[in-house]
């Protein structure tokens, strides 16, 4: 099929800019042909171009099937998983895990500090009974050039009598929000 091509006068390009610069101006017909063409064929637009966009990404880790005994009534790092080079900001961290055997704490680690019983997700279990606890939080990271990590830690609830608890299928997400 060949395509005719001609010349535009002077004449042509001032209609032609004229009638672009006055989008108001275009037949109701066009304008409802641009809406259902621009809906259903969605430009692909860059996330990044949207004005206003605070950077939304989500980092997580699990320990698949690995399983890790807590023998100490204080919180220590048993090779949970971890995030690790994470970039400033605000975050919403949520972590979870399933116990056995007796009652565990299972908690995060910000930039290697220590963790807390407050913000530990506490499980009470016994004998062979397994359950699962998840916790979440929102969590300021400014390590700056260095990088963020979030580890997680384990331990023993003195409460739970004899026996180490046992963690299972322990996982860590954090979303950064801004």
Do not use: H
Request: contains cysteine; glycine residues 12%.
């Amino acid at each position: 099929m060949a395509v005719e091509a001609w010349e535009l006068t002077e004449e042509d390009r001032d209609r032609i800019n004229n009638l672009l610069s006055s989008p108001l101006d275009f037949p109701l017909e066009f304008k409802s042909w641009i809406l259902d063409q621009v809906a259903m064929n969605v430009p692909p637009i860059p996330i990044e171009q949207l004005q206003g966009y605070v950077k939304t990404r989500a980092y997580g880790n699990s320990s698949g099937t690995s399983t890790f005994t807590a023998t100490s009534t204080s919180f220590a790092d048993y090779g949970g998983p971890s995030l690790s080079g994470l970039p400033d900001g605000v975050y919403l961290v949520l972590y979870g895990t399933k116990v056995t055997s007796t009652y565990g704490r299972y908690t995060i680690s910000v930039n290697g500090g220590a963790g807390t019983d407050a913000e530990s997700v506490y499980v009470e279990t016994g004998g062979s009974v397994t359950y699962s606890g998840v916790r979440l939080k929102q969590q300021t990271l400014n390590a700056g050039a260095a990088g963020n990590t979030i580890g997680t830690l384990m331990r023993k609830d003195s409460s739970g009598g004899a026996g180490n608890p046992v963690f299972t299928q322990c996982w860590l997400v954090a979303i950064r929000m801004s």
